[in-house]
């Protein structure tokens, strides 16, 4: 419970500092592919919102993680590359990870960081993260992606 309560209120504090307006883009993870000699669930379904600021965008959302749990997230990210309709962006954060984080090398409690690469062309994206330090080397997500307009 601890956990939660610190994850809730990192959330609270990223929103708080990107914006006091509405979201700015909606990210709908559908899966993710794994680098690993282990089984893991592939279908990720989740839903993250982006608050995009001046330098900076800080996304939140929950999403079915590939344990088979229930995750939320929250990142910072810097986007490195930006043209036409192709994105780069560097992000780190923390996500929660109920009952599972004791299979990552870094964790307090159910709380994890993450960090990778998200690449987005048009409504597509994929995100790059390296392995837990333990059983993955890598991890991909994919999913849509959707500009909220102004």
Known sequence: MK????FTLLV???SATASV????RVWITLG?????DQDFEQVNPGVFLTWEGERLG?????????????????????????????????????????GYADRFRHSSGDIVPIAGLS???????????????NSVSLTASFGVTFDLGE
């Open 58 to 98: 800080y996304t939140a959302g929950a999403f079915r993680n590939s344990y088979g749990g229930f995750s939320m997230a929250a990142t910072v990210g810097l986007p490195v590359i930006y043209q036409d309709d192709f994105e780069a962006s560097l992000f780190a954060g923390v996500a929660s990870y109920p």
């Open 119 to 133: 690449l987005r062309y048009r409504s597509f994206f994929a995100q790059l993260f390296p392995g837990n330090g």
């Open 3 to 6: 956990s939660f309560r610190l």
């Open 21 to 24: 307006a509405g979201p700015d």
């Open 32 to 36: 993710s592919a794994h680098i690993s």
């Open 12 to 14: 609270g504090l990223l």
